[in-house]
T-cell receptor, first 114, second 115 residues
Framework: QKEVEQDPGPLSVPEGAIVSLNCTYSNSAFQYFMWYRQYSRKGPELLMY????GNKEDGRFTAQVDKSSKYISLFIRDSQPSDSATYLCAMRSEGGTGGFKTIFGAGTRLFVKA | KAGVTQTPRYLIKTRGQQVTLSCSPI?????VSWYQQTPGQGLQFLFEYFSETQRNKGNFPGRFSGRQFSNSRSEMNVSTLELGDSALYLC??????????????FGQGTRLTVV
């Protein structure tokens, strides 16, 4: 079983829809939860990060973490065609010798149709 | 401020050859992490370097190695290339301080194709 599970999609929605992206994880040592967006032929860029259970909002994006269920979500409101990309969840725990171990989900491909 | 620079952007190699990829982190960043991204496996952690020392390592065979120089630039090397090594190799730089919430910035990656 992978430490982080994420449905690869693809997920296709009409413009203006609310998008819900999710990941589950098995390692309770994860302390820091992130969402990255990756456009085709580009490296991932950090969208949002959270450190504890609860919600965090940034513009049209809301990240939600439920540590008790080991479940994280990213919501995109009023989705736009420019949101079409692959969304990767990532989780970080302390690694060895002072470093940190970051595990990524497989990524969900999102298409927003105009 | 310049971002993370990876060279080359594209590379084609033959099975059995070796390859060296380069990553220049953001100025002031001391941590460089390398990842392999494939459609089937997603983003997988290779290793992290901080101040010229390997600080963490993923589950890859010994054919994958890396190093970091005093200016924080990093290289990764793959020897005896196999077809399955075809992937996008990404590096990420961060301050690398002792905080779990240090943001990592990714380069655009090197697309390696093994034929």
């Amino acid at each position: 079983q992978k430490e982080v599970e994420q449905d690869p999609g693809p997920l296709s929605v009409p413009e203006g829809a609310i998008v819900s992206l999710n990941c589950t994880y098995s390692n309770s040592a994860f302390q820091y939860f992130m969402w990255y967006r990756q456009y085709s032929r580009k490296g991932p860029e950090l969208l949002m990060y959270t450190y504890s259970s609860g919600n965090k909002e940034d513009g049209r994006f809301t990240a939600q973490v439920d540590k008790s269920s080991k479940y994280i979500s990213l919501f995109i409101r009023d989705s736009q065609p420019s949101d079409s990309a692959t969304y990767l969840c990532a989780m970080r725990s302390e690694g060895g010798t002072g470093g940190f171990k970051t595990i990524f989900g497989a990524g969900t491909r999102l298409f927003v149709k105009a | 401020k310049a971002g993370v620079t990876q060279t080359p952007r594209y590379l084609i190699k033959t099975r059995g050859q070796q390859v060296t990829l380069s990553c220049s982190p953001i100025s002031g960043h001391r941590s460089v992490s390398w990842y392999q991204q494939t459609p089937g496996q997603g983003l997988q952690f290779l290793f992290e370097y901080f101040s010229e020392t390997q600080r963490n390592k993923g589950n890859f065979p010994g054919r994958f190695s890396g190093r970091q120089f005093s200016n924080s630039r990093s290289e990764m090397n793959v020897s005896t290339l196999e077809l399955g090594d075809s992937a996008l190799y990404l590096c990420a730089s961060s301050l690398g301080t002792g905080s779990v919430n240090t943001e990592a910035f990714f380069g655009q990656g090197t697309r390696l194709t093994v034929v």
